[in-house]
């Protein structure tokens, strides 16, 4: 029942540094792309995703298993994989049958990533798949303050959208080499919609005519507004400040059923409340605006009071479920692809769901649209033209939606309580200390957090960190499997009275070789992890019965990722989060900044075991004891 994310698999490996995404506004303006056409010219000079060899993937997936599975296991996974990779054996079988999927597909994993990483993954998104964003604070402390901020923001939104419109943002590069823009044209004029047991994602924005309007949500009650003016101009940020007015002005009553929180649901329940709502005409039209709309606007109501140190914390909860429907769960459409969340009290962010884009594009545009809001209030002349009422979207609410609705309070209810949410700010350094020590700053932060696991738990755990796979057409993410025989070596080392610092340097700059090697080897499209989810979908296509290695114990604890963590880097000082992907486990979401380090970690409350704060805290020690080893101990190579 969890996601891909905990079933699917991984591997280990070794190379040299290679650079990151570059957020597209650092890079240089050569390849802004202004005409209509060049964005296909780039994207058909990307490569192709490969398919890596059979016995590669094998054996990777052996060493991958060794610090994660017991020894007996491991050597039965052994008998496994040697069948299924033997000469003539059905791993071959398969192989073919993805190398000649390769042949006939612009990407042969992307669509396949999205039915079963996310339509077929039916827990609710809130939490267990859309990310949230938190941006600083900004200033601003009352209603007034909170409507001018939002029009500055949506003005923003839209002149990064005249960029999509122009097919002008400039092509990004990871390690030297470009990457696929696709997914900048997926995040605007997009929604999900439920369906009952698999959902769908439709796209508005390539539509014969595309969406002129946005939804704003205000006291649970939705508005289409819309954001051109009749030119085709969008409007200013005066203009709208005053939409924002009247719709604040007339959504006063806050005791409104949030039919919003129904998008909280488990995706089937969810489902089949949608077909009860959507039986009424209205509901209908209303759904569909939603739906069809450019973006949505949340103008939060009041979260609870709480003191500095929590802020940021509560701030992700809020950007991540609402903090429940006595709160704010209920004024979102979680369908919905990006939703900017303004709070009265300064706090803003976004959440988003994941279906149709990565992270990065979506923090590329937030970087923009900050930026925009912090640039000088030029005055730009509005038309004096009046502007249309923003029009109310009405639901009528049968006794049958009623109580989908109430069903779906009291999941979100449970679903906010359980979630533990720790957001720290690690000031002690950021990238330039792993830098100054030659070593890569990401796998320098994922060996800590392999180090803090063990102090607390003594033993190693199967551990994802996201890889871009943007270096090939339409290409989404594979698996870094930070969890290695390097890095258990790393981290039974550390706390051991008999082990020199010398000994301890070197494990750790072997666990950060390999991680970095490993990475290299996910974003080249050689990880394991896609493509045994590939041979598997293959057996699953041919109604080929499932081979062994994919029921097997030990690959189930491969998919059990205790750890789930994700590096988005942004250039505000903004934090991302998400929640864990098993019950008994942890999101990790970090944004290294060069002297300081963003962390949000989450944990589910239930389990006893886990506990958000806790990690972070380990975190924080196993940073800085790191950092103390490397500054005490003379390197031999240096
Ligand atoms: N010595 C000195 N500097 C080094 C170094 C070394 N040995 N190794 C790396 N560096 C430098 C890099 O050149 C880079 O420099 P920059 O800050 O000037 O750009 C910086 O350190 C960061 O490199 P590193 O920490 O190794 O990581 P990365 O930026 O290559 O990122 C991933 C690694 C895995 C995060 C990246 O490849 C990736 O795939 N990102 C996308 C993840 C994603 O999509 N997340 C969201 C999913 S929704
Ligand atoms: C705003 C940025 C959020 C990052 C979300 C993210 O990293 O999602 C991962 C996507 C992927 O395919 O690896 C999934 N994960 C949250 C489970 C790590």
């Not at 049968?398 to 533990?420: F, S, V």
Request: aromatic share 8%; charged share 20%.
């Amino acid at each position: 029942m969890w996601g891909i994310w905990s079933r699917t698999m991984v591997k280990v490996g070794m190379a040299k540094p290679c650079g990151l995404i570059k957020p597209c506004h650092l890079v240089k303006p050569v390849s802004v792309t202004r005409v209509t056409g060049r964005y296909l010219t780039h994207q058909k000079g990307l490569p192709s995703l490969p398919v890596p060899p059979l016995q590669q993937t094998c054996e990777r997936y052996i060493c991958a298993l060794e610090p994660i599975v017991e020894v007996d296991e491991l050597s039965h996974t052994k008998e496994l994989v040697d069948e299924f990779q033997k000469a003539g054996g059905v791993g071959e079988r398969l192989q073919k049958g993805l190398e000649n999927r390769a042949r006939n597909t612009e990407n042969w994993l992307s669509q396949w990533w999205v039915q079963v990483a996310y339509l077929e993954y039916r827990l609710p998104v809130v939490v267990h798949s859309s990310p949230g964003l938190v941006l600083p604070r900004m200033n601003f402390s009352d209603k007034q303050g909170q409507i001018r901020f939002a029009a500055k923001l949506i003005a923003g939104v839209l002149d990064f959208k005249t960029m999509i419109d122009n097919e002008a943002i400039p092509v990004e590069y990871l390690g030297g080499k470009p990457l696929c823009m696709n997914q900048y044209y997926e995040v605007l004029s997009s929604c999900r919609i439920p369906g009952r047991t698999r959902d769908s994602v439709v796209n508005h924005a390539k539509s014969s005519r595309p969406p002129i309007h946005i939804t704003v949500v205000h006291n649970f009650q939705f508005f289409s507004l819309a954001v051109y003016n009749s030119d085709g101009t969008p409007l200013t940020a005066d203009q709208l400040c005053i939409q924002l007015e009247r719709i604040c002005s007339d959504s006063l009553k806050a005791d409104m059923e949030p039919v919003g929180i129904l998008t909280t649901q488990h995706r089937d329940a969810w489902g089949k409340a949608y077909v009860n709502l959507t039986k009424d005409k209205t509901n209908r039209a209303s759904v569909s605006a939603i739906q069809r709309s450019i973006f949505t606007v949340c103008l939060d109501g009041a979260m609870p009071q709480v003191s500095d140190d929590m802020y940021r914390s509560c701030a992700a909860v809020q950007m991540l479920h609402g903090g429940g429907s006595q709160w704010n769960s209920g004024n979102r459409w979680f369908d919905k692809t990006l939703q900017f969340i303004i709070g009265e009290d300064g706090v803003c962010g976004a959440n988003y769901e994941h279906a149709p884009a990565e992270g990065p594009p979506i923090v590329a545009l937030i970087d923009h649209v900050v930026e925009y809001t912090r640039k000088s209030e030029e005055k730009v002349r509005s038309p004096m033209v009046p502007l249309p009422m923003p029009q109310k979207l009405h639901f009528n609410i049968t006794p049958e939606i009623k109580k989908d609705i109430e069903e779906a309070k009291h999941a979100m209810n449970i679903l906010a309580q359980d979630l533990d949410m720790k957001v720290y700010v690690f000031s002690h350094f950021g990238k330039n200390v792993p830098k100054a020590h030659k070593m890569s700053p990401d796998a320098f932060i994922q060996m800590a957090l392999q180090l803090a696991y063990y102090r607390m738990y003594q033993h190693c755990c199967a551990t994802y960190e996201s890889a871009s796979l943007r270096m090939f057409r339409l290409g989404r993410t594979d698996t870094i499997r930070s969890a290695s025989s390097a890095s258990a070596a790393f981290v039974k080392a550390f706390d051991d009275p008999s082990k020199q610092n010398t000994e301890k340097v070197d494990l750790l700059e072997k666990a950060v070789q390999a991680h970095r090697s490993y990475t290299n080897i996910a974003i080249g499209g050689q990880a394991i992890d896609r493509h045994l989810l590939g041979l598997k979908m293959v057996a699953v296509e041919e109604k080929l019965s499932i081979p062994k290695i994919y029921t097997d114990s030990a690959y189930a604890k491969a998919l059990h990722y205790k750890l789930s963590t994700s590096q988005v880097p942004s250039q505000t000082d903004c934090v991302m989060c998400f929640g864990p992907v098993v019950p008994d486990g942890y999101g990790v979401c970090y944004n290294p900044m060069n002297d300081h380090i963003n962390f949000a970690v989450s944990s589910f409350n239930t389990c006893e075991e886990t506990k958000a704060a806790h990690l972070a805290k380990a975190m924080e020690e196993a940073l800085l004891d790191m950092r103390t080893l490397l500054e005490q101990t003379p390197r031999a190579k240096l």
